[in-house]
């Protein structure tokens, strides 16, 4: 940054941002508050246009108002807030405040700005894939707490409706406790019934139609009264629907992302991986991105996915701990390859059984895998190559060796 003319910060709030613009003596030219607003945003560029020369310091790397800097064209760099943190001592002792942050945000990078990397803006297409890939995560998440709930209350007053079927959230478990919420709709329910019911919703037939009965029956449970069982048998209703439409949007919304991915040269690069799959493969793409520039080398990537540790030493202590400051979007992502891959490829189930002999529990040999398998994707997204098994130099050797 040492081009720069000027240096704003903005600390970012919910309703309102506060600005500080300063110069290159640190001497602050410009102070103001703006709304949360496209009217405000718009104000924002405009005051800062007028600038030459100017960067901007902000603590977030994403959201609209970082979108709406960058289309402007102007020079953003993030500041994690824990970096602001740790500074807040050198520059006064008083308590947090909006308009001192936004000071400390622009003197941070008027005195630091070499230590910290501006962001690109990303493509048209990855920026819609990570909206797409980071909102089905959320949705899977609310997915996952709605069945959650929904089992729960079955199982505190019918729980042969929770039992009969192996996933709560599957469509033909929501239909039958979307029929028979309560016991006693369903006191009449026999293997002829079922059977029909079973049939009109296209049941697969892992399990005979006895089986099924005798786990509805048989299951453990309470005995309700008549209004108890009325009220719950409602609230079954209610979320049984809730989730019904839930799963309906997330199987369009993956139809998508699995589109998506397919056409896009880096997802083609992603998807060549052992086992990657699409979905997979959109969520390491979505938090890649197309700039190559952000991940100069494979270990920069590795500790951006949390799959490096952390060597902490001083004196003659050394410690290794667990990543815990990562994109954890990132590293959810890659684990999952690595865990997928162990099971189609041999190299990584060879890595993978190695460490469990050292005594790594399964999260950390599969953290092992992943990040061998990072120094693979980053030099095949890095060179926008696909993966090929005979260029992969430490899976042919084990191969060779093994036969």
């Known amino acids: 940054m040492t ?6 910060g903005i600390d970012w709030a919910s309703r309102t941002h506060a600005v500080c613009v300063i110069d290159a003596t640190g001497k602050v030219v410009l102070r103001f508050d703006i709304a949360h607003s496209a009217e405000g945003i718009e104000r924002l560029i405009r005051q800062l246009r007028s600038f030459k020369g100017l960067a901007v310091a902000i603590e977030r790397p994403s959201g609209v108002l970082v979108d709406a800097l960058i289309e ?10 824990n970096v602001l943190k740790a500074s807040r001592a050198r520059y006064h002792g008083a308590g947090k405040s909006d308009p001192g942050d936004a000071y400390m945000l622009a003197d941070l990078l008027r005195t630091d700005g070499h230590r910290f990397r501006p962001l690109e803006p990303q493509s048209d297409e990855i920026r819609a894939l990570r909206a797409l890939v980071r909102t089905r995560d959320d949705l899977v998440a609310e997915r996952v707490a709605l069945a959650n709930q929904l089992r729960s209350l079955l199982e505190s007053f019918w729980p042969g409706a929770a039992e009969i079927f192996a996933e709560i959230d599957s469509p033909i478990a929501l239909a039958f406790v979307a029929r028979y919420p309560t016991p006693q709709s369903a006191e009449r329910l026999g293997e002829k019934r079922l059977a029909s019911f079973l049939a009109q919703h296209s049941y697969c037939g892992r399990r005979p139609v006895a089986t099924l009965l005798e786990r509805l029956r048989t299951a453990a449970g309470g005995s309700p009264g008549e209004l108890e069982a009325e009220a719950k048998g409602e609230l079954v209703r209610a979320l049984a629907a809730i989730l019904e439409r839930l799963v309906a949007e997330l199987g369009k919304l993956t139809a998508r992302i699995e589109h998506s991915v397919a056409n896009l040269a880096d997802g083609q690069i992603i998807m060549s991986f ?5 979905v997979c493969a959109a969520q390491i793409l979505a938090e890649l991105g197309s700039v190559r520039e ?8 590795a500790a951006e ?5 952390v060597t902490y030493a001083s004196g003659k202590h050394r410690g290794v701990v667990f990543r815990f400051a ?7 992502a890659i684990t999952c390859l690595a865990d997928n891959s162990r099971h189609a490829n041999r190299w990584a189930a060879d890595v993978y059984q190695r460490a469990r002999a050292r005594g790594c529990d399964h999260p950390h040999a599969i953290r092992v895998l992943a990040r061998a398998w990072v120094r693979v994707l980053w030099r095949a997204w890095f060179t ?6 005979h260029l992969h130099r430490s899976a042919a050797a084990f ?3 093994t036969g």
């Open 305 to 309: 996915a949390g799959v490096a540790p």
């Open 274 to 278: 052992p086992r990657s799959g699409r």
């Open 294 to 301: 952000r991940f100069p080398t494979e270990a920069q990537l």
């Open 3 to 8: 081009s720069c003319s000027y240096f704003a």
């Open 72 to 81: 402007a064209g102007l020079t953003i760099v993030p500041i994690h807030p």
């Open 399 to 401: 191969i060779n060796a």
């Open 326 to 332: 990562c994109n954890h979007r990132l590293r959810r």
């Open 384 to 389: 926008k190559t696909a993966y090929q098994a």
